[in-house]
Each structure stands twice: as structure tokens, then as C-alpha cells.
């Protein structure tokens, strides 16, 4: 199998089939043990084709005789792959993705197709200028769309919640950024310090939270020094952030956190982390068959404190009613925010997550219950919609006088509840919200 050849079937997959980009990157490359550049290349043009489809189908519909409606869905996805490496990955001639596009017409499209292909890449690669001056001319958040391959509709929710500026700030920011992971050093076992110098060049400080490291390329999780020995876990700078929240100011020695949303696990973890394992956090979760995850989580860390149930969240365990120093509440959403990682988020209709909003504001209503007085609970999503972040908090604080939002910095100037904007800091999309429970 080769590299191509992989990147065209697993294209077909999610596009066609609906499985999820990461969990199909990670069984392919074990399934036929890609390494070195064969495993690079895979995710490249696997990861990239997906990421740019509206762009590529854009340049498909300007370039081909037929109506991309009535392209055999395999064809049209080796049109998609074969387009990708000519317009986008510059260190691949264009006659190799020409001829390596029609070999592979020839074993998975139908006979008539073959010469359509090779006519469609064979134009794609003598216009290219031409192609992206086409798209540089059209107007409007459509042009923005095609540029950016962000649908039109999430370009609409973004200008709706923050303005035209900012929702084209946003989608120029993920049409250049370079998805990156992010480690949160497990202080209870190594200063970030050392565990820098431990990783070397590959590694670098994050200025956005004080235990977060950036690594400077792409690495299986398990082979990156320290694994074994649980110094760290992999989190997102936005998400170190909002569990930072939860520290030895807000809950002493031997006090409860509950965690209703915790799969799959990280601001457990995190929040364990910053209390020095000493009290204890209950962490829920709908999905019981993820819990797991949570417990060899832990277990790797060294962290004793965390104790994991299955629990719809819009529903309390009443033995901890009025108990909980601590409440963190992340919860579902649309996650427009990580679109960069999880490039198959944004062709999911804006419609599907309408009803999101209901049950956010019934989850937020429940976990409040959980604390006690001066209490204080952290509202968080991994989206930019004002209706699923700001929305949620002012209508829980208009309903709830006895609830208030702090007053505390989150991020920058912001106090009380921040979006954090993927353009400034370079961070995954998030939304934090610090709300303390008033003492009566």
C-alpha cells in the first residue's frame, strides 16, 4: 500500500463514510506501519485534501466538462488528492501527481474515467495561476469560503457573533496555521524546566500558560520522551488555561472538584495537577466506554485522586449537591474553534448544532448545583459562537442572583469571560467563563 494510494481510500472513507479524520490517520499508519517520509506524506495529503475539499471542488467545478454532482464519488476523490499535491504541496512534481493520480484511476475508478482524470490534473497543472486568481477575484464571504475552505454557513455564525473583521481574521488564520501539539508538563513529577532541556530543538515554552510546551512537529504521542513515565499529557494552551482556574486559591487541601464533562480527561488531570493530588475530583461522563480513558490516564500520571462514573450531566449525583469547591463544566459543542485539527468539523452543517445551545444551558444549570458557597465553576467550549459561550453565561447569570462572574483576568484585559481567538494567540478557538457562587 502505498502512501497515495492509502490517502485516496481514506479520503473515500470520511468523505464518503463518514469516519472521523484522526481515528482514520492513526489506524492507517499502524495498519500498513508508515514511517519516516512515507508516513509524512500519508498525513499530509490525507489531512490537507480534507482540510482544502471546498477549495479543491471549487477548482474541480472551473476545471471539468461534468457537474461535480455527477462525478463517481471515487473519481471525484482522486481529483481532490491529485488536485492537492499540484496546487499545494510544492515538493511533488506535477507529472508525478498527474501519472501517480491516473495509476491509481486505473484500479479504483471506472475505465471510462481514466482519461477524464488525466485531462482534469493535466489542465490543473498548466492553470494553476490562473485558478488561484479566479478565486482571489470572487466577493463576499463566498470568495472568503473558497479561499479559505471554511463553509459559507460558519463564516455567517463567526460574523454574526464577532463581526465581518474578525470572521475573516479567524478563517485566514486557519487557512495558514499548522495544526501543532501542545503538552502539559505533569509538574508533579518535573518542572517544565527540565522537561524542555529533556526534548531539546523539537520543544519550546508557551507563553500562554506557565506548564504548557509546543512541540515543532508532528510525533506518535507514546515516542516522545517521558511518556512512559507520565510527565506529561497532551492539552491545548486554551484548555491548560481553563482548568488553571481551578487551583489551591479556590479549593484546600482535601477539598472536591467535580468535573461533569471530564472525558477524556484532560482538565481532570490538569486540575489534579495544580492541587497537588490532594483533593478529590469526581469526573462524569455520558460515554461509560470512555471512562477508561480517564483511569490509564491517571494511572500513567501518578494521580491517585480521580474517581470516574458514568453520568448525563443534565442530571446530579445528590450526594454532592452543595459540596463541590470547584465545578468544571466543558461542555459539547460545535467545536468551530478546533476546525485546524480537526479539519472534518467544518463540513458538518451549522444545523446540527442548533439544538447544542438547550442542553449547554441545562448542563451549566445542573452543574451549578454541585457548589457550595463562594464556589466557583469554569464554563468552557472549544467553539466561537456567542451562542453557545456568552449567551449561555449571561442567561444563567440573569436566572441565577445568586451567581455572579468574576472579576478576575482570564486572558489579556478580559475579566471574567474571555474568547480566546485562535488569530491572537495561537491557540485552539475557546471560551472561558469564571462564575463564583455568592456566599449568602
Known sequence: MTPRQAALLSVNSCIGNGKYTNLELSSVIKKYSFEGLDKSFFTALFYGT?????????????????????????????????????L?????????????????????????????????????????????????????????????????????????????????????????????????????????ERMLDSLGNIAAASAVTPSAIRLSGSFPVEDIYGFNEGLFFVQDEASQLAASFINNTVVPEGG???????????KSFSAAINLGDKAHIYSFDLHANKLSLIEKGAQRLGITNISVSSRDARTNDETLIGKADAVICDVPCSGLGVIAKKPDIRYKPVSESERLPGIQKDILSSASKYLKNGGVLIYSTCTLNKSENEDIVNAFLEENNTFSLSDDVIIGEKRGMATIFPQEYSTDGFFIAKIIKNKE
Not at 508525478?96 to 491509481?104: F, I, M, R, W
Request: overall charge positive; some cysteine.
Open 88 to 192: 499545494f504541496m510544492d515538493r511533488v512534481p506535477d507529472s508525478a501527481a498527474v501519472n501517480e493520480s491516473v495509476e491509481l484511476a486505473k484500479r479504483y475508478c471506472p475505465k471510462s474515467s481514466v482519461g477524464y482524470v488525466n485531462a482534469v490534473l493535466r489542465s490543473a497543472s498548466r492553470s494553476k495561476q490562473t485558478l488561484f486568481e479566479k478565486m482571489q477575484s470572487e466577493k463576499g464571504l463566498f470568495g472568503v469560503s473558497v479561499m479559505s475552505s471554511i463553509p459559507q454557513d460558519i463564516l455567517e455564525v463567526w460574523e454574526r457573533s464577532y463581526g465581518r473583521k474578525c470572521a475573516v481574521d479567524i478563517a485566514a488564520h486557519f487557512m495558514s496555521a499548522s495544526p501543532y501539539v501542545t503538552l502539559r508538563t505533569n509538574t508533579l513529577k518535573i518542572t517544565r
Open 256 to 266: 472536591i472538584v467535580v468535573d461533569v464533562c471530564a472525558c477524556p480527561g484532560g
Open 50 to 86: 480534507i482540510e482544502k475539499m471546498l477549495t479543491l471542488d471549487y477548482c474541480i467545478a472551473a476545471l471539468s466538462s461534468i457537474k461535480t454532482e455527477k462525478i463517481d464519488s471515487m473519481v471525484m476523490c482522486l481529483l481532490r488528492t491529485g488536485l492537492y499535491q499540484i
